[in-house]
Structure formats: C-alpha cells, structure tokens
C-alpha cells in the first residue's frame, strides 16, 4: 500500500485535526490526546487516549460498514491517524437515547436509568456561540442546514445503526445507553457517516454492575480512570 503523505492542517477541533493529502477527495483525522465536557469548559490532556479512541472508531466503523451503511472512513493508517473520505460536514449531531441519562434526564426530570418504551432521536445544532441548542428537523431546514429528503435518509441510517450497536454491544455485555453521530456529504453529493464514535462519543453501561464505561468518568472528575476505562471498552470489541 502506497503511503500517505499528510500535507496542510485544514481543521483543528477539540479532539481531532484533519490534514489535506495529495489525493483532494481525503484527508487524514488525527486523533489528539485531549477530552474536553461541558460545552468545552472542562479540559484535560490524556496521555495516549487518542490512540485509543483511533483504534475504538475504526473498529466500529469498519463494522457498522460491514452493513452496507456507508461511512467516510477508509483505512487506519497508524496508531494516531486515518485516512478518510473528505466530506462537507452538516452541523448538526444526531443523538439516539436507549436509556435516560446525560442532559435529558435534567430537561425531563426523569430519572438516570430510565428505560423508555420508545427510543429518542434528538437533533442538536452544531453552534458553540449557542451551545449546540437542541433543535428539531422543522429548525434544522429552517436555518438551510439540510433538507427534509436528507434527514430521511439520516433518521433511517442512524436508527438501524442504533439497532447494530446495540446488539453488538449487549454480545458484549455493554448497554449502550446513548449515542451521538455526525454526517457529512462527498463530492457527489452522498450522506455519509463521519466523525468518530467512542467513548468520548457514546455511554456505555456494563451490563451485569451498571459501571459507566464512557467519558461519563471524565464529565464526574475521575481523569485518572479515563484511559483504563477506554482500554476496557478496545478489549471487550476484541475479544470474541
Ligand atoms: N455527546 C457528544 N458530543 C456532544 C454532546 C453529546 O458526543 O457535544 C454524546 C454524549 O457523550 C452522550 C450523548 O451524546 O453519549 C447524549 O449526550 P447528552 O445530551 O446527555 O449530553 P451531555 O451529557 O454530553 O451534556
């Protein structure tokens, strides 16, 4: 395999960079050491966490693809770095709650651990100045975000990769409570699945204790558990 030769920083984000290759249709994401919470607010530098989130987005990629849903991942291309499809990100992040907890247990006041007979989807408007609002599909074309046509076609890929996941995840006895997903479009135009998804990204509940394995132990001040607690999560995709 030829290798890749990374060229200008195009983008620098909380937790990854993204740089040009020669090749103008990819780009290579650099994962970083750093974990932020709060809108940012909360920061931490995590010695080798990058590596781990790198290994975790490229398994769960590589298998969510296996289902034919298409993503911009292309290929890990180290411990730090992969090479993707370059994609027009659509502000806006996709949340899917199994199970209550995080902010909608406070905007509901329903309790943490609530199993509800329906899953939610929620939309959240990329907008630091406006701390990513919660938004609804009727805001989001309002503001020329996306079109009706395309959140179809999102609503329909983010719940069967709800339904992947979380089949997956109980195999290996991980509740997946919640998740966030971001998409982008290609240079024809395609929706794809991009970003990352991780601990960072997701929580992750151990079946048999309830034990958060997710940047839920980072947002309650427990930075030192951090990376032992991913590593849990990378051994448990691996095994079996
Ligand atoms: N999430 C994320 N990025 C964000 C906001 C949320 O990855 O900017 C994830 C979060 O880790 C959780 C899910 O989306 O798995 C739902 O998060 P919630 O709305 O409860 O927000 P938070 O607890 O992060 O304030």
Redesign the pocket.
């Given at each position: 395999m030829s290798s890749i030769i990374k060229r200008n920083l195009l983008l620098e984000g909380k937790t990854k960079k993204i740089y040009s290759t020669d090749n103008p249709y990819e780009v290579i994401i650099h994962y970083k050491d750093s974990i932020t919470?709060?809108?940012g607010l909360k920061k931490d530098f995590l010695q080798d966490k990058g590596i781990l989130n790198n290994e975790i987005s490229t398994f769960i990629f590589k298998f969510i693809n296996s289902y034919g849903i298409q993503t911009h991942f292309i290929r890990r291309i180290n411990n730090r770095e992969q090479l993707c499809h370059k994609v027009d990100m659509i502000p806006l992040?996709f949340?899917?709650?199994n199970i209550i907890?995080?902010?909608?247990?406070k905007r509901l006041g329903v309790k943490e651990g609530t199993t509800p007979s329906n899953t939610i989807f929620?939309i959240?408007y990329?907008n630091d100045k406006l701390k990513?609002p919660?938004i609804n599909d009727h805001h989001a074309v309002f503001l020329g975000l996306i079109s009706y046509e395309e959140l179809n076609i999102i609503h329909r890929i983010t719940s069967n990769i709800n339904n992947i996941l979380k089949k997956f995840f109980l195999d290996k006895n991980i509740i997946l409570?919640?998740?966030?997903i971001e998409f982008g479009k290609d240079s024809k135009n395609q929706i794809l699945l991009s970003d990352e998804i991780s601990p960072?990204?997701?929580?992750f509940w151990d079946k048999k204790t309830s034990k958060k394995l997710?940047?839920?132990i980072f947002?309650s001040g427990l930075s030192e558990k951090v990376f032992n607690t991913y590593l849990e999560i990378l051994k448990r995709l691996n095994v079996g």
């Open positions: 919470a709060l809108d992040e949340v899917v709650r907890a995080g902010s909608i247990s929620e959240c990329k990513d919660l409570v919640d998740f966030k960072d990204t997701c929580r997710d940047k839920d947002r």
